[in-house]
């Protein structure tokens, strides 16, 4: 999988891209990754890559021209194009106004061959970059960053993880927040064991803990020691559902409940009233 990067501050790639997951990835070949300097598309002696708007405003635009020479340097067509084709590559341009990033669309950007990313900058990018070009425009959050590099590198590292061969243990990103499906819980097949680890299915994840079994005076659950895996489960769905009505109560209306997880949110949201 490629990922390429049009940016007018090249040189920022050269940290966050470089450690963790996103290194060890490349290095194995699982993923490529380009930067690409907008002011090297430019034909000016300043290398201009931006202008005021039409009708006035304050600020200033990144103009489209650069742009577009970038990405038809790079064999990429207009959008139009590429829907005829059928082609496996996506252009995302990184925007304030764009739909909010998360793991689903992380999810289906790990279908392509090629992610195109667009930072913006100043103001804004010129429309005709997002009417002809970009796929979609895409936030990382409901927030105002200067540009859209330190977005493309969120974007970079939350599809890489998901790679396969990406993470030392696969199950591992099952098991985070977010993540859309349960591994095991009510099909479970009759006989076998209960496992202590279950999918998020799009809640928060459960608390976790490690050695040593008290700290400070305060103590590891008793639950996570007793060695009852079904008990284990239980818990920590319990955490998870509880966690996520008291932070990210919205993630509930999309989020894969059983009705063992129904029985639990119930008895939470009694447990809040009685308070």
């Known amino acids: 999988m ?61 103009k489209p021209e650069p742009i577009f020479e970038c990405l038809e340097a790079l064999g990429i067509s207009s959008r139009e194009e590429r829907k005829r084709e059928g082609a496996r590559e996506t252009v995302v341009l990184l925007s304030p106004q764009g739909v909010l990033f998360n793991q689903a669309v992380a999810k289906d950007f790990t279908g392509r061959e090629r992610v195109v990313l667009i930072c913006g900058r100043y103001e804004g990018v010129d429309e005709r970059v997002s ?86 005076g305060m103590p590891v659950p008793e639950v996570l020691a007793n060695g009852n895996h079904d008990e284990i489960r239980k818990w920590r769905r319990r955490c998870a559902l509880q966690k996520t009505l008291r932070n990210r109560p919205d993630l509930l209306r999309d989020a894969e409940l059983s009705g063992e997880d129904r029985k639990l949110l119930a008895e939470i949201e009694m447990e809040q009233v009685s308070r």
């Open 131 to 216: 009417e002809y070009l970009a796929d979609r425009e895409i936030s990382v959050g409901d927030f105002v960053l200067s540009g859209g590099e330190l977005g493309a590198a969120i974007i970079v590292d939350t599809v890489t993880r998901l790679l396969p061969g990406a993470l030392g243990n696969a199950a591992s990103a099952q098991q985070e927040s977010f993540t859309g499906s349960v591994v095991e819980r009510e099909d479970r097949a009759p006989g076998e064991p209960p496992s202590s680890t279950c999918g998020s299915g799009g809640l928060l994840d459960y608390p976790h803990y490690t050695r040593p079994a008290e700290f400070r």
């Open 2 to 62: 490629k990922f390429e990067i049009l940016t007018i501050f090249p040189d920022f790639f050269r940290g966050p891209l470089d450690y963790g997951i996103v290194r060890k990835a490349r290095e194995a070949g699982l993923i490529e990754l380009g930067i690409y300097d907008l002011r090297a598309f430019t034909h000016d002696r300043h290398h201009t890559v931006d202008d005021r708007p039409f009708g006035g405003g304050e600020g200033m635009v990144l």
